[in-house]
């Protein structure tokens, strides 16, 4: 019988299905419109809009007190002892953006951070620099997800005429002690259910893989819920954004030993967007857990096709390099990162996904697989241009797709995405 080819393009991913002449196809409409929710137009994902917070968005009040004559302001932080100082330096060995600072500014990063777990007010700092404490405070909140109460701060200026003589500092909270306990018990309820489900004897990547599925399985896309900036968006309402989504990943992998940190930064339409760095077997990548989720594309795509008929996650932002995130997303983070370039983690090479030729054989394994496990679709990623277009011409141009594919109806859809050099297809 004839094969024909009808092809239903958008900017960068195309939509296309191969059909046999004379089967029905009415439902073709249908699903372009539900794999085009997926894949908005004009970009491999969709947006988001700036709700990845720098410290700009946290509430800062700034106060000025003139000081007698006789005080100096050169006072240390009252109960901020120096084995308390110790302590805290040992706890921060894992703190990623602590480690980028400079002794000078550790000092500061600890007495901020004493104020903000122990809830202390008007603590004298070791800096007289507001952009320094800005930045700094960003640093702290950035390694501590688990600080989730906080709203902002406080920084009085005591000055002795025109000399500005100390800075004190102090944290605003959303609740009382009394509710973010409250709160902090649900959270270590929800830690439980999640990592009561990993896997015996999973390594560090099939930890990641396990919570980036978790997370996304547990969580829907929502601008509106409260908490969008914190951890408890997620864990209590099960909603939440962008930043909300990285300091859930980065929540989770800290208590399953997955060494991480929250990047800030923007995507290619220069939006704010929060996304996390991790450390698998000693190699740096990057994750994005926001954009693997369907429930994200579906709002961005601002379509009404169900969700239930969309792909449920997207591994194209587990694990990868620098350069592949660079592609959309730009870094514009408080501390310097380093350059990510193993792909030994990266999702599609660990699930042998990935092509480095046009590998028949290797085909003919992730198609079976894909049917042997019940998937409703697979995608696979090429490791250059000229291998995607290697394999869009002999799949989809010269139709060697069916060689692969159960068509009892002799249609396939499929997506092909350009920016990414992978391509998916339903089964």
Known sequence: ?????????GMMVLIGCLVYTGVRT????????????????G?????EKAESVPVEGYAVEE???QMPEEESGTDAPEGLTEEKKLLLREEQADSYAYQQLSEAERTVYIEILWALVEFQENITLSTLDQEEISRI???????????????????????????LKKITFAGTYREGQEEIAARQA??????????AGLPAGADEYETVKYIYEYLIGHTEYDADVADNQNICSVFLDGRSVCQGYAKATQYLLDKAGIYSTLVLGNVSSGEGHAWNLIRIDGDWY?????????????????????????????YD???????????????????DLPDCTSTDANYYVREGLYFSTVDEEQLTRVFQSGYEKGDAYITFKCESEDIYREMQERLIDNQEIFNYLDCPEGVVSYTDDEQQYSMSFWL
């Open 26 to 41: 009415d439902w073709l409409d249908e699903a372009a419109a539900g794999l085009s929710a997926f894949f908005p137009e």
């Open 43 to 47: 970009t491999a994902f969709a947006e």
């Open 1 to 9: 019988m004839k094969k024909t080819f009808i092809l239903l393009s």
């Open 317 to 335: 932002y587990l694990c990868v390099t620098t350069e592949q995130l660079g592609k959309t997303h730009t870094i514009d983070n408080v501390v």
């Open 137 to 163: 405070f960003q640093c702290v909140l950035n390694d501590h997800p688990e600080i989730f109460y906080v709203e902002g701060y406080t920084y009085t200026k005591y000055t002795l005429g025109d000399i």
């Open 63 to 65: 106060q000025k007190v």
């Open 186 to 195: 649900q959270i270590d309820d929800y830690v439980s259910r999640c990592l």
């Open 286 to 314: 990057y994750m994005d857990t926001t954009w693997g989720d369907a429930s994200y594309q579906a709002v961005g795509g601002g379509a009404s096709y169900p969700e239930e008929n969309m792909p449920k996650i997207n």
